[in-house]
């Protein structure tokens, strides 16, 4: 017979084995579900999200506050610069993140509060997306959870905020069987994407991002063994949103992960089609 101390031991084992696993390094995925739903109709790519961000994966407002309670947090990593006339930490950045797919592409869209818009990098190079405002999704495409600091399978898709979008306004971070690290622009044919600057009339910071990669270009071209997704298969998922804000190297987001290393991103599901949250009729 099992005695009462030995049943509180028993939830007591359950819940710190839970609490465990959710702020671990390379165990708390399973704590944050991810389930990225399939889209029945391909949205215009128009820098207005109304199209598809009701039937998106989106999980809430993300800011420092938020970031703060999460295992992942680092603040040496997750920090916003003080520049000295900045707003409430809160109000210098915050930021909803939509994320959705069908057969040909993974759809991105971000609608974003931002004091300052900037993209002014004194030493700019293409590949420096994380020295300008910038939103950036990293996939692990298939996920395996290995632990490593990049390499194949790894993809990041990077967009740098600049309503006139440069060459390198598009970037692709990922890796290969040889190399580690690949820096390139998206290809033309693997990208469409819209920004709207201060779309709300509040800041001339605030924007939104909407953009359609295709994985067929990219997944597909990095490794011979990816394959079109379906319902149920599982990828890896980080994002990185920079928010330099006129300093030098400047202010992160880091959400679902701790940086390179794909082991301690999320873990996103592909799901089927969901419905629009319905509010109850008055
Ligand atoms: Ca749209
Ligand atoms: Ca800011
Ligand atoms: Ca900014």
């Known amino acids: ?44 790519i128009d820098g207005d999200l109304a199209d598809w ?9 993300w ?23 900045e707003p409430p930490p809160e109000d210098d950045l915050s930021a909803r993140y939509y994320l959705a797919w069908d057969d040909d592409f993974l759809y991105l869209g971000a609608e974003v509060h931002d004091n300052v818009n900037d993209i002014a990098d004194p030493n700019h190079e293409p590949k420096r997306w994380y020295f300008k405002d910038a939103v950036c999704w990293f996939f692990e495409a298939p996920r ?10 790894n993809h990041a898709f990077c967009f740098a905020i600049d309503p006139s979008k440069p060459p390198w306004g598009a ?6 069987r040889e190399r580690q690290y690949i820096e390139s622009p998206l290809p033309p044919e693997a990208v469409i994407y819209a920004i709207r600057l201060n779309p709300w009339g509040g800041s001339r910071g ?19 063994k990816w394959k079109v997704p379906k319902i149920g298969d599982k990828y ?21 992960g701790m940086g390179d290393d794909a082991a301690t991103w999320g873990t996103m599901t592909f799901v089927g089609p969901i419905g629009s949250v319905v509010r109850k009729p008055e």
């Open 144 to 153: 395996t959870g290995k632990s490593k600091s990049f390499g194949e399978g």
């Open 53 to 61: 961000k009701d039937v998106a994966f989106n999980d809430g407002v």
């Open 236 to 256: 890896g998922l980080e994002i990185v949103h920079t928010d330099p804000d006129g300093g030098g190297y400047g202010g992160h987001f880091l959400i679902y």
């Open 1 to 44: 017979m099992i005695g009462k101390r030995a049943v509180v031991g028993i939830f007591a084992s359950a819940a710190l084995l839970s609490f465990t696993q959710c702020t671990v390094p390379h165990q708390w995925s399973e704590c944050y579900p991810i389930h990225v739903p399939r889209l029945k109709q391909p949205p215009c």
């Open 206 to 224: 605030d924007f939104i991002l909407e953009a359609r990669v295709r994985m067929a270009s990219t997944f597909g071209v990095a490794s011979a």
């Open 63 to 85: 800011d420092i506050r938020r970031l703060q309670h999460m295992p992942w947090f680092n603040p040496s990593v997750n920090r916003l610069t003080d520049h000295g006339s």
């Open 171 to 176: 970037w692709w971070r990922h890796g290969d």
